[in-house]
């Protein structure tokens, strides 16, 4: 799905409201027909077209981002898919205001990129490489890796974002990301390593193994890299679940 598909940034616009235009035909802002809602909900959903096309040859979502909910952003993937950053990092703990960012890692163009601490890990390069980012895309990075960069580096990160944790939940996909990942049957290079092992690897490393850090990076590189596959997977099904399903009734 992309954003020309959907009507719920829209300011009065539900889900239910949504579903009735695609199944009257109006699958694309092209498509549009005032006829099948209200005098004022169709000059505001013009207006919003006419707006949202312009943000769109800008290649910026951001707009959109704002208005979907948590667990509708995804759809703002497709159309900037080649500028999407996904998003990991590890910590000493839990809790940003007492505990240090150790490793950040960046996948984006089929790349992965990884900061460390006391290396490259710095402010400046993390703002950076997410404003050469069109959206950002984290499991659980709302309540945690998003707030625990912006608290110990005092940046800003204004980057529309996806959090795939919410998508999940709404295809009935909870649990951890390693789970999901088993659910779905997206494999990874090397053993499953918990929080508290990557606490240990860094200390490890303070204390001089450097192979305790290559373990960690390739850890958090991991975690990074199969964001990408898990938002493919999670958009083609909620894009069959929610779009597709409207347009069979059309």
């Given amino acids: 799905m992309r954003i020309e598909n959907s009507f719920i940034p829209v300011r009065g616009v539900g889900e239910t409201t949504e579903r009735r235009l695609w199944e009257n035909g109006i699958t694309h802002w092209d498509d549009f027909d005032g006829s099948v ?3 004022t ?49 590890e910590t000493t703990g839990l809790s940003a205001a007492t505990n240090d960012v ?10 992965t990129t990884t900061f460390v601490k006391g290396r490259d890990l710095t402010s400046g390069r993390l703002e950076r490489e997410l404003s050469e980012s069109a959206l950002l895309v984290t499991f659980n990075g709302q309540r945690f890796d998003v707030p625990f960069l912006e608290t110990c580096f005092d ?19 909870d649990g951890g990301l390693k789970a999901i990942e088993r659910d779905l049957g997206i494999d990874r290079d090397m053993p499953d390593i918990s929080g508290r092992d990557a606490v240990r690897l860094w200390h490890e490393y303070e204390r001089g193994d450097d192979s305790a850090l290559e373990t ?3 850890y958090n590189r991991a975690d990074t890299a199969n ?4 938002m493919d997977v999670v958009s ?3 894009h069959e679940d929610v779009f597709e399903a409207a347009r069979a009734n059309e």
């Fill in 216 to 218: 960690l990076v390739e």
């Fill in 227 to 230: 964001l990408e596959p898990l």
């Fill in 102 to 111: 150790t490793t950040v890692s960046l996948h984006r163009g089929g790349e």
């Fill in 155 to 173: 940046i800003d990160v204004a980057v529309p974002h996806v959090d795939l944790m919410y998508p999940c939940k709404k295809l009935g996909l």
């Fill in 236 to 238: 083609r099904r909620l």
């Fill in 41 to 89: 909900l169709s000059d505001r959903i013009e207006s919003f077209i006419e707006e949202g096309w312009t943000h769109l040859e800008r290649g910026d979502v951001s707009v959109f981002a704002e208005a979907l909910p948590a667990s509708s952003r995804w759809r703002c993937y497709e159309n900037v898919s080649d500028e999407t950053c996904f998003l990991d990092i």
């Fill in 37 to 39: 809602v209200g005098s």
